[in-house]
């Protein structure tokens, strides 16, 4: 019994994936991780050229990947992606592009996409760099062509943050497209434009399970 107990446990161990998170941009950021299943999570400073890898368990769920921008030398008080604290533990604020992830769920899959439901301020490429499944990214002048009703320090907001209503949080039943989740769309087509962007579209990306990944901002 001890055997077959070690056995079950195997498959997810051998499963965790590995993600290294690399800034190229030209500015410093301050990269953040974070799951909800379990919660977990972690962050660090990333200068122009560096890398991070993160060891991400299997089964992990909720999880995303995100810059943060402006931030104080101690990793806090940042204009974008902002979590309180230098190891964030949970969600940064918007505007923030995600990568976005669940490990090992149904048939043994990763699910993976990029996000730009909580706004935009740097771009992201997630790839996968083991599996031999396509990557994606979102990497558009947002800032520069932001709206002016989203416009933020460093980044462009999405409208359920800067306005609150249905229409754009979709929190009370179905909603779809508007002209503000068009102008993300038309910029990043590989990316989630508002929470009930089509998922039968391409913005949800597989891979086997124990596949690893990049993300570079």
Do not use: M
């Amino acid at each position: 019994a001890l055997l077959c107990f070690f056995l079950f446990l195997l498959p997810l161990s051998t499963n965790a994936a590995t993600f290294q998170i690399v800034n190229s941009c030209s500015n410093t950021v301050w990269a953040a991780w974070a799951t909800t299943g379990p919660q977990a999570g972690g962050g660090t400073q990333l200068n122009p050229g560096q890398s991070w890898t993160v060891n991400i368990n299997a089964g992990s769920t909720g999880g995303r990947i995100w810059a943060r921008t402006g931030c104080s030398s101690d990793g806090r008080n940042c204009q974008t992606g902002d979590c309180g604290v230098l190891q964030c533990q949970g969600y940064g604020r918007a505007p923030n592009t995600l990568a976005e992830f669940s490990l090992n769920q149904n048939n043994n899959l990763d699910f993976f996409d990029i996000s730009n439901v909580a706004g935009y301020n740097v771009g992201i490429d997630f790839s996968p760099t083991t599996g031999g499944c396509r990557g994606i990214r979102c990497s558009a002048n947002i800032v520069g062509e932001c709206p002016a009703q989203l416009r933020a320090p460093g980044g462009c907001n999405d409208p359920c943050t800067v306005f609150g209503t249905q229409q754009y949080c979709c929190n009370n039943g179905p909603c779809g497209p508007t002209d503000f989740s068009r102008f993300f769309k038309a910029r990043c087509p590989d990316a989630y434009s508002y929470p009930q962007d089509d998922r039968t579209s391409t913005v949800v990306f597989t891979c086997p399970g124990g596949t690893n990944y990049s993300v570079t901002f």
